[in-house]
């Protein structure tokens, strides 16, 4: 690949905390503005799950001077848009450049103060509840993280997607729950703004301390110690239900974001199932090594600010206990000969310098977009890093870093689950 493109981002943190990103752009005449608030599942109760989201649509929903976030951007040119995590919570809005006064208004008013109306919480509960339906109880293997996180974290509050244990949390929500949550989470000194596009750093500057300035500083809530504990890890998990075909999982704690291990996880599921020349697809699924067994092979990583968790995965073309077990043992041996050197099945520099290339490649394909470029900054500026070290730190792997993951996590706890397609056994 060519020399690495630099991103040279300028910062500046207000007095009452808030953290500021800018990065300019001149190809383009618009401009992202995108807050990142240090929240999420992770902090809510176990028997009030799923708040973090609901919270999430309610910025939408009217704020002390505006009503309509979104009929005021709209009119301004722009769009916003916004997603939840177990870990941080993430808003961003894009518009013309020369209106980017508004989006800063907009932010700013809801971080001051939503207007907690008992109709808007009524309307966001109505709108949750129903995408807790679609997207888990009438969609095939819709639970199936729920299913998995609560085999591998136990007690940990990585316990249960963002989405919530169940419907009836949401319920329960009153707006004494949603008042509260706002001043123990939303506040300037839990916030990082990021700005990208066509705007200067000094305009920046004077618009984030005109519009954000004056709102104070809050009592953040604690974040109680939340220790990871490998006992509680459950082996197996069987389910049956009326899917179309049989889906075995096997799920591997690993590293938390930024520990040693974290990026050579991720690395390990690009040299198992990244593109038609990754280890699953060749061996499992085109090469048909598995007598027609594999539909589909994938591995993936939840990463996460705590002990995330990677995952083999695959779809099964023939049914019972017997294609279950020999899924799960290639599954299982793929991962194992990444112990190996490279005599003997392990990874080569070939591959290696393969998955490089892709995720440099996809590295730079999203921060030249100035939308996908604010986000990334605002979540660099959250770990403390720099976004131009990415590529360098993923390429500084080795084969030899790999063979000591691989052998971590199959040293570690596991689970396995298998998501049965009804009557099959």
């Known amino acids: 690949m060519s020399e690495e493109r630099t991103i040279n981002p300028r910062r500046i943190t207000l007095e009452n905390g808030l953290r500021i990103v800018h990065n300019y752009d001149p190809s383009t005449a618009m401009v992202a503005v995108d807050v990142l608030y240090d929240t999420g599942a992770r902090d809510e ?173 809050r009592n953040i809530a604690p974040r109680a110690p939340q220790a990871f504990d490998t006992d509680k890890v459950i082996p197996y998990t069987e389910v049956d239900a009326a899917v179309p075909q049989t889906v075995v999982v096997i799920a591997f704690p690993m590293a938390a974001y930024g520990k040693r291990g974290y990026a050579e996880a991720d690395t390990i599921t690009d040299l198992l199932a990244s593109g038609k020349a990754s280890r699953f697809y060749r061996r499992l699924v085109a090469e048909q090594a598995a007598d027609g067994l594999f539909a589909q092979a994938d591995a993936s990583i939840v990463g996460s600010e705590d002990t995330g968790m990677l995952m083999l995965m695959a779809f099964l073309n023939r049914k019972g206990q017997d294609a279950e077990d020999e899924a799960s043992r290639l599954l299982r041996k793929e991962l194992e000969l990444l112990k190996n050197s490279e005599a003997e099945g392990g990874c080569t520099r070939r591959e290696l310098e393969r998955v490089f290339n892709r995720f440099e490649t996809d590295f730079r394909l999203k921060t030249q977009s100035y939308r996908s470029l604010a986000t990334e900054l605002a979540i660099d500026e959250f770990h403390g890093e720099d976004i131009n070290n990415r590529v360098s730190i993923r390429r500084s792997i080795s084969p030899a870093d790999i063979r000591q993951t691989a052998s971590e996590l199959l040293d570690g706890p596991s689970t396995t689950l298998v998501y049965r397609s009804a009557g099959s056994k």
């Open 45 to 217: 109760s176990p028997e009030l799950t799923g708040i973090a989201h609901l919270f999430e649509h309610l910025m939408f929903a009217g704020s002390e001077n505006v009503e309509d976030f979104d009929g005021v951007l709209q009119d301004a040119g722009g769009s916003s848009n916004a997603w939840t995590s177990n870990d941080f919570t993430n808003f961003y809005d894009i518009l013309p450049a020369q209106n980017i006064e508004t989006a800063f208004y907009l932010e700013s008013d809801r971080m001051k103060a939503l207007s907690f109306r008992e109709d808007a919480l009524e309307v966001q509960r109505g709108v949750v509840i129903e995408e807790f339906k679609e997207r888990v109880l009438n969609a095939p293997y819709g639970d199936i993280y729920h299913l998995l996180r609560a085999a591998v974290y136990g007690t940990h509050p990585y316990s249960w997607p963002t989405i919530g244990i169940k419907p009836e949390h949401i319920e329960r929500v009153h707006l004494e729950d949603i008042r509260s949550w706002f001043y123990s989470h939303y506040a300037p000194d839990n916030a990082i703004l990021s700005v990208c596009g066509n705007v200067s750093f000094e305009r920046t500057c004077a618009l984030a301390r005109k519009w954000f300035g004056d709102i104070a500083r």
